[in-house]
């Protein structure tokens, strides 16, 4: 299978503990990004990586998010002291670095559960 | 802010019931607006790109149109296998086109045997 992968798929963790989600593009695609969703909701954009410089960052990324994508290959999402509103799906996605081809690929999503 | 509107949010459909799901948006300078498929659980499977007001997309029963304000999924003669969340999302060439999707809520889609 040479789609977006996504480790763990399903996450339970206490409030007040750091979680690390992990991601691993299609192979030879520049950009990267994360997003994350609720319940009855349609994805929310957090961040966004050329290579492995972070070249965009919402608002909705507080500073207990962080991610980082070493070497330009798979990238990493770090929640910090987690919260229950933190409590979603996390989606990674994945696109060629194409003029006219600007189509984003999703992983399968981390679900968080912080309780 | 960029803004996207879908409608409607649930639709019920016998099979073979043709009908269309709407997508409005707001975008300063559309880059592309996208069509996506989710099953429950997954994540969003990718369908259409459009970029130019005018422009059609077509696979299997799903067609895909576009105007300077909205964009209409049309699905003919559907089958229980389209039962899904459609996703509309669009990006705006505010950051040289690599910007993060703006997604609306979707619109839930039933359709009975």
């Known amino acids: 299978d040479t789609g977006v992968s996504q480790n763990p798929r399903h996450k339970i963790t206490k409030r007040g503990q750091n979680v690390t989600f992990r991601c691993d593009p299609i192979s030879e695609h520049n950009r990267l990004y994360w997003y994350r969703q609720t319940l009855g909701q349609g994805p929310e954009f957090l961040t966004y990586f050329q290579n492995e410089a972070q070249l965009e960052k919402s608002r909705l990324l507080s500073d207990r998010f962080s991610a980082e994508r070493p070497k330009g290959s798979f990238s990493t999402l770090e929640i910090q002291r987690t919260e229950q509103g933190d409590s979603a799906m996390y989606l990674c996605?994945?696109?060629?670095?194409?003029?006219?081809?600007?189509?984003?690929?999703f992983g399968p999503g981390t679900r968080l559960t912080v309780t | 802010e960029d803004q996207v509107t879908q409608s409607p949010e649930a639709l019920r459909l016998q099979e073979g019931e043709s009908s269309s799901l709407n997508c409005s948006y707001t975008?300063?300078?559309?880059?592309?607006l996208f069509w996506y498929r989710q099953d429950p659980g997954k994540g969003p499977e990718f369908l259409f790109t459009?970029?130019?007001a005018g422009e059609e997309k077509e696979k299997e029963r799903l067609k895909a149109t576009l105007t300077k304000k909205e964009s209409f999924l049309h699905i003919t003669a559907p089958k229980p296998e389209d039962s899904a969340t459609y996703l509309c999302a669009v990006q705006s060439i505010r950051g040289g086109g690599a910007d993060g999707l703006t997604f609306g809520k979707g619109t839930h889609l039933i359709i009975q045997p």
């Open positions: 975008v300063s300078g559309l880059r592309g």
């Open positions: 996605a994945s696109s060629p670095l194409r003029i006219s081809s600007y189509e984003q690929y």
């Open positions: 459009l970029y130019s």
